[in-house]
């Protein structure tokens, strides 16, 4: 089975193929990536009409990129599996429609995957893992711990009250007057800086919840920042590592907590794994600090390459195949509509922050 992948829930345009042999051995045929940074830097986030006018100019291009390295004709591939949801819906729209046109060119089948589902099934692409597993999800529009008991059947067991952590990694940077993308800039200013120096607040510590808040933290910095501004190089760089550490203790507490609940949900299993996926996975210390923390707890902490844990559109090709293996693509997916949130666990209890749109993702 092949599948053609489109992904453009964010800043990036990715096309890929994904191929699942006959003994079960998955490969990545292409994954191609078109980055929207440069587009975004003066602005310091992402500007989602940017976004969507970039992947209007550029995805024929990269789905035909993607396409010749895999050494594929369209005609090869059996299905064409595109975001759908949740993300910028500007983005969503250009990807999923021109997934709709590709898919009926071709007489191809289409299937509309939630981003979210593609990061909660990546290890399987990568790592072979077996359900059920606990997925910790770590980006800029999402922090959630989710348990992932099968192909659609989830249960999201904490998420963000307010910031996502990435989002809060992104605004640190743009208050210290760092470059655009924040968190990787916000690691390397902290590896030269004193952590001991300020001391922040480690939201929700103690909390039998299990959810996560990000913006007491945000504050926090802003005001240790006013208070001895103009900021000098070490200033920056020691606020960055208190902000990094007060991030990392507060991961291990309260998704410490999810690795307890998951332990006794589940006696029997050996040694389960933690999947963390996201951007924010791609922080060495966070890594680290979860590493050791599934030790403790006598879990596997197992994380994909670091181009495979940010967005990019292999994960949405093997979530359509894993859909497609499981019967789960819908008769009518042509009439399948964009959605700017789309939880993972519609049964979830809404978060706060719910509106008119619904429930967070």
Known sequence: MRMLGIETSCDETAASVVELADDGVSRILSNVVLSQIEDHAAFGGVVPEIAARAHVETLDGVIEAALDEAGVALGAVDGVAATAGPGLIGGLIVGLMTAKAVAAAAGKQLVPVNHLEG??????????????????????????????????????????????????????????????????????????????????????????????????????????????????DQDVADICAAFQLAITETLEERVGRSLTRFREAFPDLARPALVVAGGVAANKAIRAALEELCERHGMNLVAPPLHLCTDNAAMIAWAGIERMRAGLVEDDAMGFAPRSRWPLDAGAAPIIGSGKRGAKA
Do not use: C, M
């Open 119 to 232: 990061h909660a099934l990546t290890a399987r692409l990568t790592d072979g893992l077996d359900f059920p597993y606990l997925l910790l999800l770590v980006s800029g529009g999402h922090t959630q711990v989710v348990l992932v008991r099968g192909v659609g059947d989830y249960e999201r067991w904490a998420s963000t009250i307010d910031d996502a952590l990435g989002e809060a990694f992104d605004k640190t940077a743009k208050l210290l007057g760092l470059p655009y993308p924040g968190g990787p800039n916000v690691e390397k200013q902290a590896a030269t800086g004193d952590p001991t120096r300020f001391s922040f607040p480690r939201p929700l510590r103690g909390e039998a919840r299990l959810d996560f808040s990000f913006s007491g933290l945000k504050t926090a910095v802003r005001q240790a920042a006013s208070a001895i501004a103009p900021l000098s």
